[in-house]
């Protein structure tokens, strides 16, 4: 089972910047899709951005112009660059990407990692 490992969360005064990483626990053989999801406190999980093997990006409404979606498709990483932050972006936040765990014809596994607490101060 491949699991991805989130990093670089923590607590940030309201208009400061993190950078989150998202990285498979083994070796694979690549990844298509890349996403970023987060859940704050007594709400559901929503969408904050994506990215295509190819780069293109998708923006949740709440972030747009503020974070920053990219991939090194050599490292297999995704990053979220987050700027500007709220308070209302406190959350945990998910990496999820979909694997080609061996080779080309391999099918797509759908992927989660445990999630990384970001905590925005006022």
């Avoid at 989150?20 to 626990?25: I, K, R, T």
């Amino acid at each position: 089972q491949v699991q991805l490992v989130e990093s670089g969360g923590g607590l940030v005064q309201a208009g400061g910047s993190l950078r989150l990483s998202c990285a498979a626990s083994v070796s694979i053989f690549s990844i298509n899709a890349m996403g970023w999801y987060r859940q704050g406190p007594g709400a559901q999980r929503e969408l904050v951005a994506t990215i295509t093997s190819g780069g293109s990006t998708n923006y949740g409404d709440s972030v747009k112009g503020r974070f920053t979606i990219f991939r090194d498709n050599a490292k297999n990483t995704a990053y979220l660059q987050m700027n500007s932050l709220k308070p209302e972006d406190t959350a945990v936040y998910y990496c999820n990407a979909q694997i080609k765990r061996y080779s080309r014809s391999s099918p797509l596994y759908d992927s989660w990692g445990q999630g990384t607490q970001v905590t925005v101060s006022s």
